[in-house]
């Protein structure tokens, strides 16, 4: 292949690079801020999510993502985290007959004794009573 036709294809993989930036550059600045905290967090549910990752990632200080969970969420960053992957093991629980151990770690809480010992303080049930629950809610 000549030099000239590798230019030009470098040139248009570059617009389309330049192009898919500028659309999701749009789309979150489309989002308002607590949308974007809460986009982030639920697109990374199963990893590690942490608030320097939220500062980083959005481009705000400790203080302002602090500020922002307490009068968007009414929590720290942490307690809504927690909450989105509880809420999210809960739907989990209660539309798929996946293991609870795998549940907790799509979740991202690996540890399937924390999962459990954090799901319980939470709902005041155990994953596995809160499926039974559900399913039986399902089932009527």
């Known amino acids: 292949v000549s030099a000239e036709k590798r ?42 999510v942490s608030v320097a990752q939220l500062c980083s990632e959005l481009h705000l200080s400790r203080y302002e993502i602090y500020r922002i969970c307490d009068e968007y969420f009414c929590c720290t960053p942490a307690e809504y985290i927690k909450k989105c992957r ?17 549940i907790a770690v799509k979740c ?16 005041r049930m155990s994953p596995t009573a809160y499926r039974k629950a559900a399913s039986s809610k399902s089932e009527s």
């Open 86 to 102: 509880l809420s999210y093991a809960c739907r989990l629980l209660s539309e798929t007959a996946l293991p609870i151990n795998r």
């Open 7 to 48: 230019h030009s294809a470098f040139r248009i993989l570059d617009a389309c690079a330049g192009y898919e930036l500028l659309r999701t550059l749009a789309e979150v600045g489309s989002l308002s801020i607590d949308a974007q905290i809460d986009k982030y967090i639920h697109d990374n549910l199963a990893g590690q």
């Open 108 to 123: 991202g809480i690996g540890d399937y004794n924390y999962f459990s010992k954090t799901f319980r303080a939470a709902y």
